[in-house]
């Protein structure tokens, strides 16, 4: 008998969100398409109660990294029981959110005794090694795969004090903002874990968000920092490129990519983006750190301040001069939702109060082929193909084979990796094209950094909604090119929790001379400056976290999810 609950787990698996879905958007119009996939995966979810984490009650696990330090060296607290709080929350949260993956609890007990021991600094501490932990990637060929040596930036990051947890979760190869793979799982949001909380810094950016951490590190080569932050309500830092070793980094990355790739910092609280800045990622940045402007007061004098409004308005910053009108109505990306373009909003009156200027509506010079200039910077003749690192023996896969195994139900590969695969093998943008993307990708990087200048900041959205529902970005996975085209610009950015939307989740911006948005879960905004002006950025978070309150528990969203988005925006200002 068919009974409803099968049909319920039926529509509910993995392969029949999918496939559904796949029919509906071939079936369906065109115009509609992203509506039709939003309805369907909420309609599918509905079927499944939220469930979130529980509000942090340890006081330790509400301090930041710089108030704790602060009173574990004033000897108010201890690092053992700092250390033991969070150890103690992770083995609470974990099995609801999937985001820790190994743990390294004993040593780090082991070393914050030491902290507490060797305090005054009169002996060098046995600094923890990170060798024995496994470096998969989350490619289930290298799941007993130990790692031989830590990278330069970790090393860094212990040397300067760091107590290493563990490590997080991460998608196949790292290709995906969905982040699961066949050998942990898949990780959940702690807001709502029917939801994702983002990639390829997935874990990450779950387990501070859900208390079990206070700062992490992240790479983000097109927008892997960001959207953890994003969907999870925390801060997050794209650096600007070449600031961070990424020495050790997998996979690895070579020709342009590497100017495209930064390891970044993700918190709860915006000051230990600046303390983070000063000691951790001080010592991440190792002798690139003085470029950055790190501890520096904010030219309030001269700054600029930039937005984007809804993508139809927006035309190219060259019009006039060449015609060459533009705009980013790229039609594989999902447009904002009215939630989102709120969210932005305030921001921008919020900041236009706060530095006593005027926002200026950015025209920005992009195209409605987005996605294929992000595409061919990706480009490789020198890297791995993602068929070939799916094994993890040098060998290659048959990607088309694999795919069609996925579709019936004989997974061993992620959907996310083996699409990737696949269009990498079709080779759709041949080498004349590709080289025509470049020349568009430089003019317009040139274009947009004169825009700027040394102190202009663009306010935009890094994704168009809140979170996502899982398997949702599988039919959605072009709409990282609202913060992709940052990395191709090579440009800094720090995205920032702004408010809620109706659904409880936290919604927020990104700076960086650019920023993004989203509209169902956390509303939050990425902020894009100039290329070396993290330390600005940082400023500029700060200043937002004062204004709209930075990270809150579970708790306090839903306590306020019942609050019109749509309230007096000089309220919020």
């Not at 609950?5 to 879905?21: D, E």
């Not at 939307?501 to 936290?506: E, L, S, T, Y």
């Amino acid at each position: 008998m068919w009974s409803m609950k099968s049909s319920c787990n039926f529509l509910s698996s993995t392969f029949a969100q999918i496939v559904f879905s796949l029919i509906l958007i071939l079936t369906a119009s065109y115009y509609y398409r992203f509506s039709i996939v939003r309805v369907y995966f909420r309609f599918i979810n509905s079927f499944t109660p939220r469930t979130s984490v529980s509000t942090p009650t340890n006081p330790l696990l509400l301090l930041s990294a710089k108030k704790a330090a602060r009173m574990i060296r004033e000897r108010q607290i201890t690092s053992e029981s700092l250390v033991e709080a969070y150890i103690s929350r992770i083995k609470e949260v974990n099995p609801l959110i999937i985001a820790l993956v190994e743990d390294g609890f004993e040593e780090a007990i082991a070393l914050a005794r030491e902290i507490d021991v060797k305090l005054d600094g009169a002996s060098k501490m046995e600094i923890e090694k990170i060798e024995k932990y496994k470096c998969t990637i989350g490619i289930l060929a290298r799941k007993d795969i130990v790692s031989r040596r830590t990278a330069p930036t970790v090393r860094r990051l212990l040397d300067a004090g760091c107590v290493l947890l563990g490590k997080t979760n991460n998608p196949e190869v790292c290709l995906s903002f969905y982040t699961t793979n066949q050998i942990y799982g898949t990780t959940r949001n702690p807001y709502d874990t029917r939801r994702i909380p983002g990639g390829s810094s997935g874990g990450e950016g779950a387990l501070i968000a859900a208390g079990g951490s206070v700062i992490g590190v992240g790479s983000d080569i097109a927008g892997s920092v960001r959207f953890p932050a994003h969907f999870c309500g925390i801060f997050g830092l794209k650096t600007s490129v070449g600031v961070v070793d990424a020495e050790g980094h997998l996979p690895v990355i070579t020709e342009f990519r590497s100017q495209m790739l930064s390891i970044g910092p993700l918190c709860r609280y915006a000051e230990d983006l600046e303390e983070t800045t000063r000691t951790r990622l001080q010592a991440m940045a190792g002798p690139m750190v003085d470029k950055i402007r790190l501890g520096q007061p904010l030219d309030e004098s001269s700054i600029k301040l930039f937005f984007l409004t809804k993508r139809k308005t927006i035309r190219s910053i060259t019009e006039g001069t060449n015609g060459n009108i533009t705009d980013l109505d790229d039609p594989k990306v999902e447009p904002c939702c009215p939630e989102t373009l709120a969210a932005l909003k305030r921001a921008v009156f919020a900041l236009e109060d706060r530095f006593r200027i005027k926002g200026k509506e950015l025209k920005f010079p992009c195209t409605k082929h987005t996605v294929e200039l992000i595409a061919a910077s990706m480009h490789s003749d020198t890297q791995d193909p993602v068929k070939r690192i799916l094994t993890g023996k040098g060998t290659d896969i048959n990607s088309f084979l694999e795919l069609a195994r996925f579709f019936i139900g004989k997974k061993e590969f992620t959907f996310p990796s083996l699409f990737v695969s696949v269009l990498e093998e079709l080779d759709l943008i041949k080498e004349p094209v590709r080289n025509k993307l470049h020349e568009e990708r430089d003019a317009l990087a040139t274009e947009l950094r004169e825009k700027l200048g040394e102190n202009g900041f663009l306010i935009c959205p890094s994704y168009p909604t809140a979170a996502p529902y899982h398997v949702q970005p599988t039919l959605t996975m072009f709409n990282f090119a609202l913060s992709g085209l940052f990395n191709v610009m090579r440009l800094p950015a720090v995205q920032c929790p702004v408010t809620i939307n109706k659904d409880g989740m936290p919604i927020g911006i990104q700076v960086s001379s650019l920023t993004p948005l989203y509209t169902e879960c956390v509303n939050i905004l990425q902020i894009v400056g100039p290329e070396y002006s993290d330390g600005a950025l940082i400023k500029i978070a700060e200043e937002m976290e004062i204004i709209f309150g930075g990270w809150k528990p579970m708790g306090q969203y839903e306590s306020q999810a019942q609050r019109k988005l749509s309230q007096p925006l000089q309220a919020v200002v």
